[in-house]
């Protein structure tokens, strides 16, 4: 692979070449008819002409970069440093002058490019709010929860902090309010507020609870797509407070994944009967109890732990203490959210062992089985189900059917496995509550070994 001094060299080959008179312009691209030939900004407005090639050359360099430092690729996504490296390239070719000798405008260009590549990609000290409508937990005792990064708080309380803030005007904030107490609103002449306006009724709808996730040091495009899974993770938290999690998030959702469905279909048969099949989404918030109210006083051991990885995810620029136990748990909670919102049993156990898997470090049937010990106290041999199947025989059966299922070998894939679903669930749950614990209860280990032990 070229170095970034030989890469950077070919794509001032390129802007020299787009600076001579007899220079003509690529056509458009084929690929659409607003698809014109290709520019590097030089900054003040100002474009340089450009070259496909030279493009190939600018994406070469980014990579090179990424590949140079891991830390860029957890805050910027490959098409964001590619255009840092491009306006990065265009300004510094933009303040040289073009008849001094090639080596001398080489040197300078390279160094001021990679002077403002170092600044551009440099940890981010400011934070962005990603601000999403949802449903979540419903109840006195539960107007502002937050688990590290992520915040659920009802929406009159985050709109007042907004206004007070000076995030919202008095004026939008009333608007905003009359809105949600059904009351019609009168049109605005458009202006900055009124896009702000807008854009907080649509993105917290009808729901109740406003979810803030608190990103620091990415690109924008990045820090929402981290943020949007940080939000789903933390309502899958949430959920794990109840026996079956799977049930609870049923009633809990962002606005942005969708909203309250019905879903219908009909089924003619060969006898003339007809039946009909509704389905529709329970997404309402789900109510707490007075129990809930108290157990919220002593669960740091699991929102401790689940914020301490959720914070390494969307603010990457704060290495974590731990980082082996933080990232195999966050994989685990990915896992089981993804498990949990999963309409497939079968795909859905896949998902669940995927979790465990996660939190045994990758040793297969044999390090869940150690986990369970470990962390719930059951011996392989020991009865796990009704029918007295042991824990080495439910693991084996369903670790087997996730392996199958991946390769593509899985013989039974008509079969019903809804009741293998609920057992996967209910091991993976009991496990990662467990794990939490045991990881707020050891703040210095990481070692993802020790869960087992």
């Not at 802007?15 to 003040?44: H, I």
């Not at 600018?58 to 970069?65: G, R």
């Not at 440093?81 to 390279?110: H, P, S, T, Y």
């Not at 157990?295 to 401790?304: E, H, Q, S, V």
Request: charge should be neutral; include cysteine.
């Amino acid at each position: 692979m070229a170095s970034k001094a030989e890469l950077a060299s070919l794509i001032i080959d390129e802007l020299l070449l787009g600076q001579r008179p007899d220079r003509v312009a690529e056509p458009f691209r084929p690929e659409g008819p607003f698809d014109t030939s290709p520019q590097l900004p030089a900054g003040n407005g100002r474009w340089l002409p450009f070259s496909r090639t030279g493009q190939k050359h600018i994406d070469a360099f980014a990579k090179v970069v990424v590949d140079n430092d891991p830390r860029i690729a957890k805050s910027f996504g490959k098409t964001d440093v590619a255009k840092i490296v491009g306006r990065a390239f265009g300004a510094a070719f933009a303040g040289v002058d073009n008849d001094l000798e090639r080596f001398v405008i080489d040197e300078q260009v390279f160094a001021a490019a990679c002077d403002e590549l170092a600044s551009a990609l440099s940890p981010a000290q400011t934070t962005e709010d990603l601000i999403l409508g949802c449903w979540a937990l419903t109840g006195v005792g539960t107007e502002d929860l937050r688990i590290g990064p992520v915040r659920f708080v009802d929406r009159r309380i985050w709109l007042a902090e907004m206004a007070a803030g000076g995030g919202l005007s008095a004026t939008s904030a009333r608007r905003i309010r009359a809105r949600w107490d059904g009351r019609s609103i009168r049109p605005r002449k458009p202006t900055s507020d009124t896009v702000w306006e807008r854009g907080t009724i649509a993105t917290v709808g009808d729901t109740d609870t406003v979810c803030v996730v608190v990103t620091a040091g990415m690109a924008h495009k990045v820090a929402e797509q981290k943020g949007l899974l940080a939000a789903r993770i933390a309502l899958t938290t949430l959920a794990l407070h109840w026996e079956t999690p799977s049930k609870a998030l049923d009633r809990m959702g962002l606005l942005h994944d969708g909203p309250l469905y019905r879903r219908e279909s009909i089924i003619f048969t060969g006898d003339g009967l007809v039946r009909t099949s509704t389905d529709s989404s329970g997404i309402k918030g789900h109510f707490i109890t007075d129990e809930w109210r108290e157990m919220r006083k002593t669960i740091d051991w699991l929102w401790g732990p689940v914020g301490q990885a959720l914070a390494a995810y969307v603010q990457p620029s704060q290495s974590p203490v731990r980082p082996t136990v933080m990232n195999a748990l966050f994989a685990a909670l990915w896992w089981f959210h993804e498990a949990s919102r999963e309409r497939s049993p079968l795909i859905a156990i896949v998902k669940y062992f995927a979790c465990l898997d996660a939190l045994t470090g990758g040793n297969e049937d044999a390090g869940v089985r150690d986990l369970i010990k470990a962390r719930l106290g059951f011996n392989p041999d020991d009865p796990l189900t009704e029918n007295g199947k042991t824990v080495k025989q439910a693991v084996r059966e369903m670790y087997r059917a996730r392996s199958l299922t991946i390769h593509g070998t899985n013989s039974l894939l008509g079969y019903d496995w809804v009741d293998s679903r609920g057992l996967a669930e209910s091991i993976a749950s009991h496990c990662l509550r467990s794990c939490c614990d045991w990881i707020h209860s050891n703040p210095t280990t990481d070692d993802l070994a020790a869960l087992r032990r």
